[in-house]
């Protein structure tokens, strides 16, 4: 019997109490884990684990970075069309990429434990894929190869993001911790460069660095299987009592036991009503998607225009490769230490960095790729307002990768982040994935080795980028007001508006049209 001054549960302390009785009774026992030894090995051994997952992460980005150095090479040598190149580093793997993601993150959640060897699993099949790729001899067996690529690759952000987060577990560290994982992407494509530069100059096909980076693929699986242990879910981080900011919604069945199968569609349905109800997630999203299409037209385009513009400079590549490497750690690892360290007093530095930062790198944009015309075709002076241009894009552009996808997390409910974290990836990659699709369609009937093509990538690259660093820091300041909503936690207390369903709908339709109408263009020009 309570005592007489007892007071009643409320409403969040409610949710709390059936989420643990839900985590006991569908959770195995707890993993012992390297906490117990003491803070400083536990300290390490999470160090240890988000090295092994950045390389994991560095190694799937890598042969995306890799394939836009040997463009030219690998259109010669496989007779590849501007539209066949653009279906290898657009939609082929994109679309694929989308649509798995979201089985693949679901399972890993639903079944205790299961994320590390989700992604072990992954890992092993898409290192298998990059080997294929490198004995390819045909478009439609590199295609093939790309696709079961994209299939391996397509929840290993989700699935690192989300065991980080439950890794580090004070959210004011999980921003830095995520923006070290996040490195991986500078690395892989800096590393892409010197591996460029070095085949090129002995002479080496593509097709090695391809064998190669798969082989190392295998072996790095393997380690994140002896080293990372699922830590489990953690919904209760100690941030705070004021700062708890995920409320989970929990369906006990009125305390009867269902089906697997009944119970995984249900909790599905709660975790899409969760998402579907945070106010700020979906303009999030969208303007994280322009984000992302202009800087995957970068990556994909950018190295190949630039050794077009700059024929006689040899060592071009190298020295893009380091000024995204090294650049581009240092800004993102700045955007996730400015977030932990402003925790405290505002929740809103990641949509900041992103939004006003990505808005002056457009400028910088810009200068690196009209640097020769404003040297008057000067190579030598051309080249030195790229690389100093191009350093400014790279440390003001690369602040929110990290910080920002750490603050997703957070929203999300942390029973089924990692499904969460697919929905917010998917979404993006249905988007940005329309960039190169697009410019390959529209350079379909061009020589990729004439002057003409360079010119078009030049007006492609100058247009689209900025335009996308725009519409997408317009987007993030317009979602301040919604993200204070659902950070103070006013979620969940009304009917889901008409206006909102039709606006979902309405963003689901043009999703998929989009994807159809660029498909069958695609198909038509190709016949053609």
């Given at each position: 019997?309570?005592?007489?001054?007892e007071?009643?549960?409320?409403?969040s302390?409610?949710?709390?109490?059936?989420?643990e009785k839900l985590?006991?009774?569908?959770s195995?026992?707890?993993?012992k884990?390297?906490?117990?030894?003491?803070?400083?090995?536990?300290?390490c051994y999470?160090?240890?684990?988000i090295?092994?997952?950045?390389l994991?992460y560095?190694?799937?980005?890598?042969?995306?970075?890799?394939?836009s150095?040997?463009?030219?090479?690998?259109?010669a040598?496989?007779s590849l069309?501007?539209t066949?190149?653009?279906v290898?580093?657009?939609?082929?793997?994109?679309?694929?990429?989308?649509?798995?993601?979201l089985?693949?993150?679901y399972?890993?959640d639903?079944?205790?434990y299961?994320?590390?060897?989700?992604?072990?699993?992954?890992?092993?099949?898409?290192s298998?894929c990059?080997i294929?790729?490198?004995?390819a001899?045909?478009?439609?067996?590199i295609?093939?190869?790309?696709?079961?690529?994209?299939?391996?690759?397509?929840?290993?952000?989700a699935?690192?993001?989300?065991l980080i987060?439950?890794?580090?577990?004070?959210?004011?560290?999980?921003?830095?911790?995520?923006?070290?994982?996040?490195?991986?992407?500078?690395?892989g494509?800096?590393?892409?460069?010197?591996i460029?530069t070095?085949?090129t100059?002995?002479h080496?096909?593509?097709?090695?660095?391809?064998?190669a980076?798969?082989?190392?693929g295998?072996v790095?699986?393997?380690?994140?299987r002896?080293i990372?242990?699922?830590p489990?879910?953690?919904?209760?981080?100690p941030?705070?009592?004021?700062e708890?900011l995920?409320?989970?919604?929990?369906?006990?069945n009125?305390g009867?036991?269902?089906s697997?199968?009944?119970a995984?569609?249900?909790?599905?349905?709660?975790?899409?009503?969760?998402?579907?109800?945070?106010?700020?997630f979906?303009?999030?999203?969208l303007?994280a998607s322009f984000r992302?299409l202009?800087?995957n037209?970068f990556?994909?385009?950018m190295?190949?225009y630039?050794?077009?513009?700059?024929p006689?400079?040899?060592?071009?590549?190298?020295?893009?490769g380091?000024?995204?490497g090294?650049?581009?750690t240092?800004s993102?690892?700045s955007g996730?230490l400015l977030t932990?360290?402003?925790?405290?007093?505002?929740?809103?530095m990641?949509?900041?960095?992103?939004?006003i930062?990505g808005?002056?790198?457009?400028?910088?944009?810009l200068?690196?790729?009209f640097?020769?015309?404003l040297?008057?075709?000067?190579e030598?002076?051309g080249t030195?307002?790229l690389?100093?241009?191009?350093?400014?894009?790279?440390l003001?552009?690369?602040t929110?990768?990290?910080?920002?996808?750490?603050?997703i997390?957070?929203l999300?409910?942390?029973r089924?982040?990692t499904?969460g974290?697919?929905?917010?990836?998917?979404?993006?990659?249905?988007?940005?994935?329309?960039?190169?699709?697009?410019i390959?369609?529209?350079?379909?009937?061009?020589?990729?080795?004439?002057?003409?093509?360079?010119?078009?990538t030049?007006?492609a690259?100058a247009?689209?980028?900025p335009?996308?660093?725009?519409?997408?820091?317009?987007?993030?300041?317009?979602?301040?007001p919604?993200?204070?909503?659902?950070l103070n936690?006013?979620?969940?207390?009304?009917?889901?508006?008409?206006?909102?369903?039709?606006?979902?709908?309405t963003?689901?339709?043009?999703?998929l049209?989009?994807?159809?109408?660029?498909?069958?263009?695609?198909?038509?020009?190709?016949?053609?």
């Open positions: 019997m309570s005592s007489s001054n007071s009643p549960k409320s409403p302390s409610r949710v709390v109490d059936d989420d985590t006991t009774r569908r195995k026992p707890t993993i884990s390297p906490e117990a030894a003491g803070s400083i090995l536990h300290n999470i160090i240890a684990a090295l092994v997952l950045f994991n560095f190694l799937s980005q890598y042969d995306k970075f890799i394939l150095y040997f463009q030219t090479s690998l259109s040598d496989l069309s501007a066949e190149y653009a290898l580093s657009g939609y082929a793997t994109g679309i694929v990429y989308a649509l798995l993601a089985p693949i993150a399972i890993a639903f079944f205790p299961a994320r590390v060897w989700v992604l072990v699993v992954a890992a092993l099949w898409w298998l990059v294929f790729q490198g004995l001899g045909h478009f439609w067996q295609l093939l190869a790309r696709i079961g690529m994209g299939v391996g690759q397509a929840a290993v952000e699935l690192s993001v989300s987060s439950d890794l580090v577990g004070q959210w004011r560290y999980v921003f830095i911790s995520e923006s070290c994982f996040y490195v991986g992407v500078y690395i494509e800096a590393v892409s460069g010197q460029a070095a085949f100059k002995s080496q096909s593509w097709r090695v660095a391809m064998r980076i798969g082989i190392t295998l790095v699986a393997l380690v994140v002896i990372v242990r699922d489990g879910r953690k919904s209760k981080l941030i705070g009592p004021d708890s995920t409320r989970e919604i929990i369906s006990l009125d009867r036991e269902s697997k199968l009944v995984a569609r249900a909790e599905l349905l709660e975790t899409l009503n969760y998402v579907v109800r945070l106010r700020s979906w303009l999030l999203v303007s992302q202009a800087g037209v990556g994909y385009y190295p190949s630039l050794s077009n513009t700059y006689s400079q040899t060592e071009l590549l190298s020295r893009y380091i000024i995204v090294v650049v581009g240092v993102v690892l996730g932990t360290l402003t925790w405290s007093r505002t929740k809103l990641p949509i900041y960095l992103t939004a930062g808005m002056i790198s457009s400028i910088f944009v200068l690196m790729i640097s020769k015309n040297a008057n075709g000067n030598a002076r030195t307002i690389y100093g241009s191009m350093s400014a894009a790279y003001t552009a690369e929110w990768l990290g910080a920002l996808n750490a603050l997390a957070l999300l409910p942390a089924y982040k499904f974290l697919a929905i917010w990836a998917a979404v993006q990659v249905l988007i940005y994935s329309s960039g190169p699709e697009i390959g369609l529209a350079l379909r009937s061009t020589d990729p080795t004439s002057a003409a093509y360079t010119q078009a030049q007006i690259l247009v689209i980028i335009v996308g660093y725009w519409i997408a820091g317009v987007g993030f300041l317009a979602s301040i919604l993200l204070k909503a659902d936690r006013d979620l969940l207390t009304r009917p889901l508006a008409n206006v909102r369903k039709i606006f979902l709908w963003i689901v339709g043009v999703l049209a989009m994807v159809l109408a660029l498909f069958v263009a695609d198909i038509y020009f190709d016949a053609t």
